[in-house]
């Protein structure tokens, strides 16, 4: 048996949210599985249609995190079948005490502390009492080397995908009502935080709309800074070129993203905030869409550069502007776009789940 506990589960929506339903129904196809995760007001609907057993945890975050160590301690002592205890954040784990084998998956920003801080010393602690770290990609194993934790305990994994729906054609109608049958067409889907750097990107906006004038970038989400970013796009007169959209449905936003052209992410560090990996280029390069991504961070291990996509320096403007245009000349995201499909194969669960499989 397998334990798996986590701060981020469905219904919950998001990215680390998706890598831990993924992992953990995928190992639920080889062995029993019993979850201990966050309260969420929806959990009841959504945990009956598993096949495995859910603990749903809740109260202040402080105690519900001292409460879920208290019952996954007690789980083990009275279950003697269970192999090992997987976490999603090394906190997870900081407090387990078994014998039993540990592995904590590290995404880069939970990590990115400077080294001899208060901070930093506490995560090598914690990491010292685990026996096998998974990173999501070479950029988080070579920052985790970096701050201290021991290079033999780490392994890369990429976070997995499952394969895609045929695009609802009842959807593309929709669609293209919604985007005026525009082209060429960017998007992002993502939170609105500045390490995803949307500013930039209608920043470039401005300049490539002279040479496509007809040019559309749709971007998906909610955060912090769509205000600013709304603000942005107001201030440059691209409120023509740049669509907002939230709170739309999950074959909506597939649609609008099998639709469009190329997925932009040019993602930066900001402060120690960082993109691990990217699952969203996979995302949209199952749907034979390439994209732009950031240099910092791991978004070298979801795009070949110059082949399903590119990677560019986020921090320069001259460079987003160059790549945008690049992949948008001569209609290169057709072949870039092909690859990136044949390229994401390598990324779907039933893949992957076969690395972790390796180190249980």
Not at 160 to 169: A, M, Q, R, S, T
Not at 238 to 253: A, G, H, M, Y
Not at 345 to 354: A, T, Y
Request: charged share 30%; net charge positive.
């Amino acid at each position: 048996m397998y334990i798996v506990v986590t701060r981020a589960f469905p219904p919950e929506i998001g990215g680390m949210q998706n890598l831990m339903w993924g992992l953990t129904y995928s190992l639920a196809k080889y062995n029993l599985v019993k979850v201990f995760a966050d309260y969420h007001e929806k959990y009841k609907e959504h945990d009956e249609k598993v096949s495995f057993s859910i603990d749903r945890v809740g109260g202040l975050k402080l105690f519900r995190k001292h409460r879920k160590v208290y019952l996954v301690n007690e789980f083990i002592k009275k279950n003697k079948n269970v192999n090992c205890v997987i976490a999603d954040h090394w906190k997870s784990l900081e407090l387990i005490k078994t014998t039993k084998k540990k592995i904590c998956l590290i995404h880069s920003k939970e990590i990115n502390h400077k080294k001899g801080s208060f901070s930093n010393r506490r995560i090598l602690k914690a990491f010292d009492n685990i026996d096998q770290v998974v990173a999501n990609s070479e950029y988080t194993k070579n920052l985790a080397v970096e701050i201290g934790i021991d290079q033999n305990k780490i392994i890369v994994i990429n976070p997995g995908v499952f394969p895609v729906k045929d695009i609802d054609k009842s959807l593309i109608k929709e669609t293209e009502k919604l985007l005026k049958n525009k082209n060429p067409r960017l998007i992002t889907v993502s939170r609105f935080d500045k390490r995803k750097n949307h500013e930039k990107v209608i920043m470039a906006l401005r300049n490539l709309k002279q040479i496509y004038p007809n040019i559309v970038y749709t971007c998906i989400g909610y955060g912090d800074e769509e205000e600013n970013i709304k603000k942005l796009t107001k201030e440059l007169e691209l409120d023509e070129q740049v669509i907002f959209l939230k709170n739309i449905s999950q074959d909506l936003k597939n649609t609008l993203v099998a639709r469009s052209n190329a997925f932009v992410m040019p993602s930066i560090i900001h402060k120690t905030s960082v993109e691990g990996f990217g699952i969203a280029y996979v995302e949209a390069a199952q749907y034979g869409i390439p994209s732009i991504g950031g240099k910092d961070g791991g978004a070298s291990d979801a795009i070949k550069n110059n082949e399903t996509g590119i990677i560019c320096d986020g921090n320069n403007l001259e460079e987003i502007y160059s790549s945008i245009d690049l992949i948008l000349k001569n209609n290169s995201y057709v072949e870039m776009g092909k690859k990136a499909k044949e390229y994401s194969n390598k990324f779907e669960w039933n893949n992957i789940i076969k690395e972790y499989l390796k180190i249980l």
